[in-house]
């Protein structure tokens, strides 16, 4: 059973920066693609980052520029670097990824930028 662990949500000034941790647990092996969702007011769950084992990475438009998706292979864990925040961004943020054809999320971690 894989389980997703993130760390590193909280409530910074507009123009502040965060970095999320999201550690996987109970993989025998090198996940694929490791990415992180966000969940904001509208309660739609968009793709914000993703990353191959390969390093291939995959930004949303709206996040392009200000946010650095990153992981450690030998570890199975994920960063996001955000910085450059706005209240826009504030949202719960999920790590997600996909082993043995099953979807994995994590808990969920609130992100909240005060203008």
């Known amino acids: 059973q894989v389980q997703l662990v993130e760390s590193g949500g909280g409530l910074v000034q507009a123009g502040g920066s965060l970095r999320l941790s999201c550690a996987a647990s109970?993989?025998?092996?090198?996940?694929?693609?490791m990415a992180w969702y966000r969940q904001g007011p509208r309660n739609q769950r968009d793709l914000i980052a993703q990353?191959?084992?390969?390093?291939?990475?995959n930004y949303a438009d709206s996040v392009k520029g200000r946010f650095t998706i990153s992981r450690d292979n030998a570890k199975n864990t994920v960063y996001l670097q955000m910085n450059n925040l706005q209240p826009e961004d504030t949202a719960v943020y999920y790590c997600?990824?996909?082993?043995?054809?099953?979807?994995?999320w994590g808990q969920g971690t609130q992100v909240t930028v005060s203008s």
């Open positions: 990353m191959t084992r390969a390093g291939v990475t």
């Open positions: 997600h990824t996909v082993a043995i054809g099953i979807n994995y």
């Open positions: 109970g993989v025998g092996f090198s996940l694929n693609v």
